[in-house]
């Protein structure tokens, strides 16, 4: 019983955290921006989350207000590569070492708790007598399919192609007249917006934000990438894509749910987190590797037959 409870924690867990990995997927695939501000991001939503609910303020518009937190710290990375000429990873890292005590100014300390206040899940939970776990999962359900259905819409129009289309040729982009420093400016605002939207989401269904929540999250939206897409295959279509991100991020959830169930030490969960990454982007390069020599092979050995 307990094992399948776990699973199920994992799950919803998973759900709410595959959105933290779309935002992560926006920068690395769509921008090829290496942002690193994803931790900070992270934990900034939910700080200002906490903080918001604690304070009385809605825990809808408590999210909401994390997610215009994640945008501006998205615009502060933008800007010091746009316009100050940093290398991206420098400025993620720059805004991502920032962000570290801008969240501690926010909260005033290192943990703020919210078992005495009300936050989406609890409150449905009490009003449907279902469990917290019931409940995460469905609401996380909804808010994902509600931004994948977003972003399917948004990266269709005319300013969210033109931002598809910068990493993949920006210097094609700046050809036809494009501004590329707005496109990225703006890719990088949704990326953390969506990363930060996570990190409120993660802080109410956990009861608590923390200074170090975002350590290695980076990581996480990576792996639930990687993952499925070598699972899921990298089929044509922009929301098969999407969909295959949160899939990924259940999966790595459950991976880890199973793994620590049967007796792994919470301590070696990086040293998980790093093995599962790499095997994830190693297994596609192995697997076309083979293909290329079948079809080497194949080809060889027609020549000889003729």
């Known amino acids: ?133 019931w409940i995460t999962l469905n609401i ?34 700046r050809a036809l007249g494009a501004n590329t420093n707005t496109t990225k400016l703006l890719g990088l605002m949704i990326s953390n917006g969506l990363i930060a939207m996570s990190g409120a989401l993660v802080t109410q269904s956990q009861g608590y934000a923390d200074i170090k929540m975002g350590i290695g999250a980076i990581v996480i939206g990576l792996a639930s990438i990687v993952i499925g897409e070598v699972i899921l295959g990298r089929k044509p279509g922009f929301m098969f894509t999407l969909t295959a991100i949160i899939v990924g991020s259940i999966l790595y959830r459950i991976i880890v749910a199973v793994v620590l169930q049967l007796g792994l030490s919470t301590d070696d969960l990086k040293l998980l987190t790093a093995l599962l990454v790499g095997i994830a982007l190693t297994v596609p390069v192995m697997v076309s590797k083979r293909k290329q020599i079948a079809t080497y092979k194949k080809l060889t050995k027609e020549k000889e037959n003729a």
């Open 140 to 173: 996380g359900i909804i808010c994902a399919i509600i931004v994948i259905l977003i972003c399917y819409w948004f990266f269709g129009t005319e300013i969210g192609s033109a931002i598809r289309a910068t990493g993949n040729n920006e210097h094609m982009v």
């Open 1 to 133: 019983m307990s094992f399948i409870l776990a699973i199920q924690g994992a799950a919803s867990q998973g759900i709410l955290w595959g959105i933290m990995a779309l935002g992560v997927y926006i920068t690395f695939r769509l921008l090829d921006f290496a942002d690193l501000t994803v931790d900070g991001s992270f934990a900034t939503g939910g700080a200002v989350c906490a903080v918001a609910i604690v304070n009385g303020i809605n825990p809808i518009l408590a999210v909401l207000l994390a997610i215009i937190a994640g945008f501006v710290a998205g615009a502060i990375t933008g800007l010091l590569h746009t316009k100050c000429q940093i290398p991206a990873i420098l400025a993620g890292i720059l805004t991502q070492i920032g962000l570290y005590s801008i969240n501690l100014r926010i909260m005033g300390k290192s943990n703020t708790p919210l078992l005495q206040s009300d936050t989406i899940f609890k409150g449905l939970s009490n009003t449907f007598n279902l469990s917290q776990a």
